[in-house]
């Protein structure tokens, strides 16, 4: 068994799953989550490959078979209702894996499960997950200082905010990992919601985080573009214009705001291409990203 299909056939996170696909899966917490609560009863997997009703959260490593130092974390989109397993996060360990990145693929905790904390643990385990990259670096084969983000609709909320405010402590400190630094070294974003304001607010991830009726300053403080600062890692962003889910001003909004700050970005915009195209829809324009990412980390020295 092996692949997306092993995987989820198994269950995100199951131990059997990992002996039988050659991932290593690492639980973010070995005690329980902070502070509690959450779901009862099996991990869903929807018929398309989406992971629901999460009560343990972890880190699955797919390891490249010619590692060359470099780590990426990736976080599935679904408004923070589902993680696209299947479709996004999968398929993009696996294309990491073919240029020699070290790829950890994140399962984290969704805000509308029960959660004790609530909007915040999705970025608690973010956090951890950045801190456990990074605290085990030595382990893994990959260097502390070529960590990187990538993430797809909410999964790129999730990336986006984390990059962009790595002084915030989401979660008491459980052991001596939560003293290492978790910031992104680079940023990858797909599709990303970035604002939470209108006239932008219509996203399953708005209404996950803050509700229906936020007031300005709850939308401001969820929209990624309100914390950008200049010591922010260099973002690669790519869109489709016809984006029907997510309004491509949203990749507008934080290349602005970057460029403002001095950050590095550069953004790629697809005539065509919706929502949730992954890898790439076979036969369109959309297929070109991962290239263009690689063409983009090997400027950077992050591809051998």
């Known amino acids: 068994m092996s692949g997306a299909a092993g995987l989820l056939a198994c269950g995100v996170g199951s131990r059997a799953c990992a002996q039988d696909s050659g991932v290593e899966v690492i639980p973010l917490w070995e005690n329980g989550p902070p502070d509690g609560g959450g779901p009862q009863g099996p991990l869903n997997v929807s018929h398309y490959g989406a992971i629901s009703n999460i009560a343990v959260p972890v880190l699955q490593v797919f390891r490249p078979s010619r590692p060359g130092g470099t780590a990426v974390l990736v976080a599935g989109g679904g408004g923070y209702r589902r993680i696209g397993m299947r479709r996004e996060s999968v398929p993009a360990a696996m294309w990491l894996n073919r240029i020699g990145i070290t790829a950890f693929v994140l399962t984290y905790r969704l805000p509308c499960e029960g959660w004790t904390d609530g909007r915040e643990v999705p970025f608690q385990d973010a956090q951890r997950a950045v ?16 960590i ?11 990336m986006g905010m984390r990059s962009v405010r790595p002084d915030w402590n989401s979660y008491r ?3 001596k990992l939560d003293s290492v630094s978790d910031d992104f070294n680079f940023s990858m974003l797909l599709y990303p919601v970035i604002t939470l304001e209108p006239p932008y607010q ?23 573009q309100s914390w950008v600062r200049r010591d922010a890692p260099p973002f690669f962003l790519a869109q489709a214009a016809d984006d029907p889910i997510v309004n491509a001003e949203n990749t507008e909004i934080f290349e602005k705001a970057c460029r403002n700050a001095g950050v590095p970005v550069v953004r790629h915009l697809f005539a065509r291409g919706g929502h949730g195209f992954g890898m790439g829809l076979p036969g369109g324009e959309t297929v070109s990203w991962p290239g263009m990412a690689e063409a983009w980390m090997r400027e950077r020295q992050l591809i051998a």
């Open 173 to 175: 400190p459980v052991d």
């Open 131 to 146: 801190r456990i990259i990074r605290g085990r670096a030595s382990s893994f084969g990959i260097r502390s200082d070529r």
């Open 202 to 224: 219509n996203t399953l991830t708005r209404r996950c985080l803050v509700g229906n009726m936020p007031s300005a300053e709850e939308s401001r403080a969820w929209s990624v």
């Open 148 to 158: 990187g983000a990538l993430g797809f609709s909410a999964g790129g909320h999730l």
